[in-house]
């Protein structure tokens, strides 16, 4: 005569479900992981080219600026801006040496 004995063999099932119930959460949030490590790697992709345009526009943005500048800057236009504003070209400028005294002008000498 054969004797089962019941009680044992719930107790192998209940270990084995506990066992597949386990790694089900392992396997479930192992692939939650990835994917929202893929949707992070995703935005940041998205993020860099984003930031590449906008350094594009900033680069473009700062060569029209500099052109601007380099055309105010021109010997044509300084002489114009000066001569606007009453200013007037010294012919033979004395320039200030290493050495030399410091002159006030207007001073008497005694």
């Keep these: 005569m054969t004797v089962i004995n019941f009680n044992q063999v719930q107790q192998e ?4 479900w ?3 119930g386990f790694w089900s959460v392992v396997v479930a ?3 939650f992981m990835l994917v929202y490590i893929y949707n992070g790697g995703v935005d940041m992709r998205y993020e860099v080219k984003q930031g590449e345009a906008h350094l594009q526009k900033a680069i473009a943005d700062n060569a029209d600026k500099k052109v601007h500048l380099y055309g105010l800057l021109t010997p044509q236009a300084l002489d114009a801006i000066a001569q606007a504003h009453g200013l007037v070209k010294e012919v033979h400028p004395q320039y200030r040496g290493i050495g030399d005294g410091i002159a006030v002008v207007g001073a008497t000498e005694r």
């Design 29 to 31: 949030t192992a692939g």
């Design 18 to 20: 506990i066992l597949i």
């Design 13 to 16: 099932h209940s270990q084995l």
